[in-house]
């Protein structure tokens, strides 16, 4: 069992924004670990999205941003399109695990 | 051109051994921590295990923890993983990953993937 939930699944219609949060606990988002986002499209291995929060590496369009707060964070995107349809993974740090640590993830759907 | 390629993947009985490797090309390799990350059927990623870029330090998830082990060959630009006493529930692709520098664990995200290569534990 993850130490991060996500919610299973969110969707939005092409143009909408979509939010997907990252809840943990005070051993890790809350503790002051930074927290990371993954996409991962059908079939393939996950890409970076979001690293430290809320930075984008280069590629990756501004459409996607990255936020964090007490025990959560969360990731928006803004002007959803098709190709945005894939899993969505965050990822944090431990300190009670001293691990990685991803979180449930989230499947996209652009209706 | 900057990649990781897994391979070592394959069915194996429950209580058997595989060794992964994961060859990596295009970049300084052992200014690089790397990671095993790991996906069942239709699951969500689990992270594995990680080392640091000399390989000094390794670092394991619970569920692995003494059957499984890390380590490099900084000369061969290659990082493994030795699976042994697998079990059913160690069914997953098993993705090569690489942090974004030789940080200690608390800093890791994983920059760069490889495609993984599938391990199947059954009788």
């Known amino acids: 069992q993850s130490v991060l939930t996500q919610p299973s699944s969110v969707s939005g219609a092409p143009g909408q924004t979509v939010t997907i949060s990252c809840t943990g606990s005070s051993s890790n988002i809350g503790a002051g670990y930074d927290v990371h986002w993954y996409q991962q499209l059908p079939g393939t291995a996950p890409k970076l999205l979001i690293y430290?929060?809320?930075n984008r590496p280069s590629g990756v369009p501004d459409r996607f941003s990255g936020s964090r707060s007490g025990t959560s964070a969360s990731l928006a995107i803004t002007g959803l399109q098709a190709e945005d349809e894939a899993d969505f993974y965050c990822?944090?740090?431990?300190?009670?695990?001293?691990?990685?640590?991803f979180g449930t993830g989230t499947k996209v759907t652009v209706l | 051109e900057v990649q990781l390629l897994e391979s070592g993947g394959g069915l194996v009985q429950p209580g058997g051994s595989l060794r992964l490797s994961c060859a990596a090309s295009g970049f300084a390799f052992s200014s690089y921590a790397l990671s095993w990350v790991r996906q069942a059927p239709g699951q969500g990623l689990e992270w594995v295990s990680g080392?640091?870029?000399?390989?000094?330090?390794?670092y394991y998830a619970e569920s692995v923890k003494g059957r499984f082990t890390i380590s490099r060959d900084n000369s061969k630009n290659t990082v493994y993983l030795q699976m042994n006493s697998l079990r059913v529930e160690d069914t997953a692709i098993y993705y090569c990953?690489?942090?974004?520098?030789?940080?200690?664990?608390?800093?890791?995200?994983?920059?760069?993937w490889g495609r993984g290569t599938l391990v199947t534990a059954s009788s």
């Open positions: 990953a690489r942090d974004d520098g030789d940080y200690a664990p608390r800093w890791w995200y994983f920059d760069l």
């Open positions: 990822q944090s740090y431990d300190n009670n695990l001293i691990a990685s640590v």
């Open positions: 430290r929060n809320t």
């Open positions: 080392l640091s870029g000399s390989g000094a330090s390794t």
